[in-house]
C-alpha cells in the first residue's frame, strides 16, 4: 500500500471502547460514493463459479478440508462452497501479521483449525494474496500440522510488481496495487460485505 491510501485509511476513523478503529457509518458511505469500482458483483460471481469448476477437476475426489482465513475469507469461502457439489470438510483459522512484521514467522495464531490435518488435503480459502507473507506462513504450518498438500485459493490477487514467496494455487480476479475494499476485504472494519471490489480514490 502507498503512502496516499495509508494516509486515507487514518482518516475518518474513531477508537471505540476496545480500542479498535473503527469507521463511522456516514464516513464509510462517503468513501464508498467516492471510489472507483474495480471488479462489478457480477465479475465477481463468474469469476468464483469458473474457480470452483477448477477446484472440483483438481480435488473432487480427494475429501478435501477446506479452511477459510478469518474475517476476510468469509464471503469468498461462502460463495465458493455452494458451487462444490462433492464432499469435504470445513473449518476456519484466524491470524495476524505483528505490527510491522517483515516475515511470516512473526505471525499470531488466534485461532488453528479443530480438525485434524494428517493425511488430509488442505485448500486455504482467503480474501487476497497482497504481498504473500501471511498465506505462506499459513501454509508452512498447515504443512506441520500433517497435511499432505496444501492448496490455496484467493479472491484477488494483487499485482504489486514484486516476487511473493507464495503463488495461489486458484485465483478468481486479479487486482491492482491500490487500497480495496468490499468482498472481505475493510476499510478499518466497513465494506466487508460488499459483493463488488472497489479501491479508495487517488487524489
Known amino acids: ?32 460514493a467516492s471510489a472507483d469500482l474495480i471488479h462489478t458483483a457480477d465479475t465477481v460471481d463468474a469469476a468464483v463459479r469458473r474457480v470452483a469448476r477448477e477446484i472440483s477437476e483438481r480435488l473432487r475426489d480427494r475429501n478435501p478440508v477446506l479452511l477459510c482465513v478469518l474475517k476476510g475469507g468469509l464471503p469468498f469461502a461462502g460463495h465458493l462452497l455452494t458451487q462444490l457439489n462433492f464432499p469435504l470438510d470445513f473449518d476456519y483459522l484466524h491470524v495476524s501479521r505483528y505490527r510491522l512484521a517483515t516475515s511470516g514467522s512473526e505471525l499470531s495464531w488466534r485461532i488453528e483449525p479443530e480438525i485434524a490435518l494428517s493425511g488430509r488435503t488442505v485448500l486455504v480459502l482467503d480474501d487476497i494474496l497482497d504481498e504473500g507473507l501471511t498465506l505462506a506462513a499459513i501454509r508452512d504450518r498447515l504443512l506441520a500440522l500433517g497435511a499432505a498438500t496444501c492448496y490455496t485459493a484467493v479472491a484477488a490477487d494483487k499485482l504489486i510488481g514484486r516476487t511473493k514467496p507464495i503463488q495461489a494455487d486458484f485465483v478468481a480476479l486479479s487486482v491492482p496495487d491500490r487500497f480495496l475494499f468490499g468482498y472481505g476485504m475493510d476499510v478499518r472494519g466497513a465494506w466487508r ?4 471490489i472497489y479501491a479508495m480514490r487517488e487524489d
Open 1 to 32: 500500500m502507498d503512502l496516499a491510501a495509508r494516509r486515507r485509511q487514518r482518516c475518518f476513523t474513531f477508537t471505540n471502547p476496545f480500542g479498535r478503529s473503527m469507521i463511522e457509518p456516514q464516513q464509510a458511505m462517503a468513501i464508498l
Open 193 to 196: 460485505n460488499l459483493p463488488a
